[in-house]
């Protein structure tokens, strides 16, 4: 029977793959983590800017705008004690990044997530750049000083009657994680590592992203023509669509599909088999399934049994957000 188009492209890549001689540069974005439970920004109906937008918030990027955190902090809270890290399993997705470090094959990861999964599946620090910040640092608004996580932790998730932001212990003002928000420049790593790469990237492999928020979203536009573009994502984006490129490959799946494909191509599927079972036993006996009170924890949240493939959890999400929203009243 003929092959079908998409057979063609994966077929396409794992050769070059095979070839041994050429890195991969990830470029990701939320679509790697949908099978995680954690909800992307953009798809129409489970997007987290869709459902934001029903609220009664000034536009639905309000909850990432600066501007508007430094008068409003609580709706970006909410979100945040729905994202923290260390509630979700990396996906299929970040563990074939993993085997590709394994392998030998892996030049960087840019990834615009700031769940840290690339980090759970075992990344090593040197391949990422968080382009868009992560939880992993905190800064008062007002007087910059770096401020504890356990501050913050403390605050998103025991708060007792009191505010659920964190303030700053010296001056009192808002504290915020050293995510990127609209209105906010990029880490400094984001453009050194750049530089240093932009001319070296042979397989850009481009994964779960709408590449509509720039300067990441030019990325994939300035690897040079003799790289190999590959596009993995329920839809067409960014460049992919306006300049396409002759040795473009065009991959527009499921994520998941596309990584349990290419790894029966390569014969990479026990390796990423036996990486993920390893990788899930790791991060939950690092993780109490009991929570302070004694209590069995919920399935799929911090520290408990968790589930990879799950449109519910990101349901749960949703639906949790709305609720909170919406008693705030802005
Ligand atoms: P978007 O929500 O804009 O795009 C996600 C893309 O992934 C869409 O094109 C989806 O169709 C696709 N997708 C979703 N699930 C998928 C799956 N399982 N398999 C394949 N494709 C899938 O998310 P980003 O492009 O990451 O900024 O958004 C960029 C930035 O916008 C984010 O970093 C965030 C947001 O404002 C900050 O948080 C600062
Ligand atoms: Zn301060």
Not at 23 to 49: C, E, V
Not at 52 to 60: D, R, T, V
Not at 305 to 311: L, R, Y
């Amino acid at each position: 029977m003929a092959k079908t188009k998409i057979e063609n492209a994966l077929s396409a890549l794992a050769k070059e793959i095979k070839n041994g001689d050429k890195k991969i540069t990830f470029f990701q974005g939320a679509g790697i983590s949908t099978a995680a439970g954690i909800p992307d920004f953009r798809s129409p109906k489970t997007g987290l800017y869709s459902n934001l937008a029903k609220l009664n918030l000034p536009y639905a990027e309000a909850v990432f705008d600066i501007d508007y955190f430094e008068k409003t902090p609580e709706p970006f809270y909410i979100l945040a004690e729905e994202l923290y890290p260390g509630k979700f399993l990396p996906t299929k997705f970040h563990y074939f990044v993993k085997l590709v470090q394994d392998k030998g094959l892996l030049k960087r990861v840019y990834t615009q997530n700031i769940d840290t999964l690339e980090r759970i599946a075992g990344v090593h620090d040197k391949y990422i750049v968080e382009a868009h910040g992560s939880f992993a640092n905190n800064h008062c608004i007002d007087c910059l000083k770096e401020v504890s996580g356990d501050i913050v932790k403390e605050c998103i998730y025991n708060r007792k009657e009191g505010s659920r932001v964190p303030l700053c212990p010296d001056c009192n003002g808002y504290v915020k994680p050293d995510i990127v928000f609209f209105g906010e420049g990029l880490p400094e790593k984001f453009f050194s590592s750049w530089e240093a790469d932009a001319n070296e990237v042979e397989i850009a492999i481009v994964a779960g992203t709408s590449l509509t928020v720039y300067p990441f979203a030019s990325l994939p536009s300035e690897v040079n023509d003799d790289a190999i573009r590959v596009l993995v994502n329920k839809e067409i984006a960014g460049d992919f669509k306006v300049d396409k490129r002759s040795l473009d490959i065009l991959i527009l799946k499921d994520c998941e599909e596309f990584v349990e494909k290419i790894c029966e191509l390569l014969g990479w599927s026990s390796e990423l088999e036996k990486l993920i079972e390893n990788g899930k036993k790791e991060v939950m006996s690092s993780r109490p399934t009991l929570d302070d009170k004694g209590k069995e924890r919920k399935p799929g949240y911090i520290d408990g049994e968790f589930t990879t493939n799950s449109s519910k959890e990101e349901t749960d999400i949703v639906e949790k957000l709305n609720e909170s929203i919406n008693k705030l009243n802005i």
